[in-house]
C-alpha cells in the first residue's frame, strides 16, 4: 500500500495518521542503544521526537521506502524549524 502524497504542511500529523492506520510504534533496538552511546561518547546530543522516531518505524516496517523516510525527515526538520 502507497502512502498518500505528503503534504506541503502538518507533517507531524500526517506521520501520526500514517502509523496509526499500519499500526506503527516506535520501539528502541539495541543497535538504536549503540548509537546513543557513540554519540554521547562522541560528545554530540542528538535528541529525536516522537515524529523522528515513527518515520524511523515506518521504514523499519516497510511501510515506507528509504527515499520517503529521507524526504519526510527532511521537510518534517524543515517545517520543525520554521515553527
Do not use: F, Q
Not at 8 to 22: D, F, G, K, M, Q
Not at 37 to 56: Q, S
Amino acid at each position: 500500500m502507497k502512502p498518500a502524497p505528503i503534504p506541503a504542511v502538518e507533517l507531524s500529523s500526517y506521520i501520526a495518521e500514517l502509523a496509526r492506520r499500519h499500526g506503527i510504534t516506535y520501539g528502541k533496538t539495541a543497535n538504536d542503544a549503540l548509537a546513543d552511546i557513540i554519540t554521547r561518547l562522541a560528545d554530540d546530543d542528538v535528541v529525536t521526537d516522537v515524529t523522528e522516531d515513527r518515520i524511523v518505524a515506518l521504514k523499519r516496517a516497510n511501510i515506507i521506502d528509504g527515499s520517503t523516510m529521507v524526504s519526510l525527515l527532511g521537510r518534517y526538520l524543515d517545517e520543525k524549524r520554521r515553527v
